[in-house]
């Protein structure tokens, strides 16, 4: 059984390698992008993304319309304060919006029970 490839799109070095050894310990395989060009690339072959909403290198919002017109299930990660912002990525297409202390606290773990959520059903257009 081959492990699911995760695009990961965080700009802060610190906040991407952590994100990336929760991804690895929950089973995936991350690939990593800092800019909307690299996510880009990290999204061929990609069933998941997570993005970074905090970014100042890329439009977060834009970020996770592409993972998701990409067919890629998105989580989106951002501050638990940053509400409007974290409504604009679910209204953008994310399957799930957590502050950054919900994966801080539990990152493996709720990106194992992530990964194995069934896919959403399409919605009739």
Do not use: N
Not at 71 to 86: N, Y
Not at 101 to 123: H, M, N, Q
Request: charged share 25%.
């Amino acid at each position: 059984m081959s492990r699911p490839r995760v695009a990961i799109l965080a700009q802060d070095l610190i906040w991407a390698d952590r994100l990336a050894r929760a991804v690895e310990a929950a089973g995936g395989e991350p690939a990593r992008a800092k800019t909307a060009p690299e996510l880009d690339r990290a999204l061929v072959c990609a069933e998941h993304a997570i993005v970074d909403l905090t970014a100042h290198s890329y439009d977060p919002i834009a970020a996770v319309e592409r993972a998701r017109s990409s067919g890629a299930r998105v989580l989106a990660v951002g501050q638990h304060d940053d509400l409007p912002l974290r409504k604009r990525a679910y209204a953008a297409g994310a399957d799930k919006v957590l502050a950054y202390r919900k994966l801080f606290d539990d990152g493996p773990g709720t990106i194992t029970r992530w990964l194995a959520d069934p896919v959403p059903a399409e919605t009739p257009s």
